[in-house]
């Protein structure tokens, strides 16, 4: 069992009012998590910095006001662009933001103020963050994954998961994608191969082992698909894959 287990479930199960209020500020609070998050998964990709400097336009280095960092509302009311120099901004900013907020509100909503909350909630955007890395093909070092390994583990152990299994397993599994990532005519660098071992490692508690085993597969025939259109479905796969997969575990549980 984890090391949560002894704590008590402050609400007692109790549903209905304090049930869909707490899932709402948990989605605010989520929502604001998804902010930071883009912070993490733009500036983890580049090397800097995740607290310094403070947020600004990627195209005219205007620093953002709070207003232009609201979760969600301010992609929404500047309609995609820069208050300050027009550039469109990506709608990853409020998508991941909805994601994350929607990750909280349901882990509440279904596992209340349980020892499961934490796991599942932290799980599911280390999660997120990990394949938001991998798709935008901008991580070629295995130091950007190697947190959310490290994460997933404490996290597994504290959830009372087999924590030893997949910490010993994901390194297993990055090898076999990157011999399968870099083999043919044309050796592949879109997925960099610790990256699809680490998505695997986080995939086994929402998927079991068809989870790994799709995320192989995807790794092994992303090389061989080099064109625009390709690329394109096979990320919509692996964001298909994550969607589903956390949909599953939040509303079934970690390691069901
Ligand atoms: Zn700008």
Request: aromatic share 12%; with cysteine.
């Amino acid at each position: 069992m984890g090391f949560w287990s002894d704590i008590p479930d402050p609400l007692g199960g109790s549903p209905g009012l304090p049930l869909a209020a707490g899932a709402m500020l948990f989605g605010i609070f989520g929502s604001l998590l998804g902010s930071f998050t883009n912070v993490v998964i733009l500036r983890m990709a580049e090397g800097r910095s995740v607290v310094f400097p403070p947020s600004a336009c990627p195209h005219c280095h205007h620093r953002l006001s709070a207003l232009d960092l609201v979760p969600i509302f301010g992609w929404v009311m500047l309609r995609g662009r820069c208050r300050y120099c027009q550039a469109p901004i990506s709608i990853q900013y409020p998508l991941v933001e909805l994601a994350a907020a929607l990750i909280l509100a349901s882990s509440f909503w279904f596992w209340g103020a349980s020892r499961q909350l934490v796991p599942t909630a932290a799980w599911a955007i280390i999660w997120l963050i990990q394949t938001m890395l991998l798709i935008r093909e901008e991580v070629a070092a295995p130091g950007p994954f190697l947190w959310p390994l490290l994460a997933f583990a404490v996290l597994t152990w504290v959830a009372g998961g087999p924590w030893l299994a997949v910490w010993a397993l994901a390194p297993v599994l990055g090898t076999i994608a990157g011999w399968l990532a870099t083999r043919g005519p044309s050796p592949g660098r879109f997925f960099p191969w610790f990256g699809v071992g680490t998505a695997a490692a986080l995939a086994i508690p929402a998927w079991g082992w068809a989870g790994p085993l799709v995320l192989l597969g995807l790794a092994g025939i992303f090389p061989h698909g080099p064109t625009s259109l390709a690329r394109k479905a096979l990320k919509g796969a692996l964001l298909l894959h994550l969607a589903a997969g956390l949909a599953l575990a939040i509303r079934f549980g970690l390691w069901s």
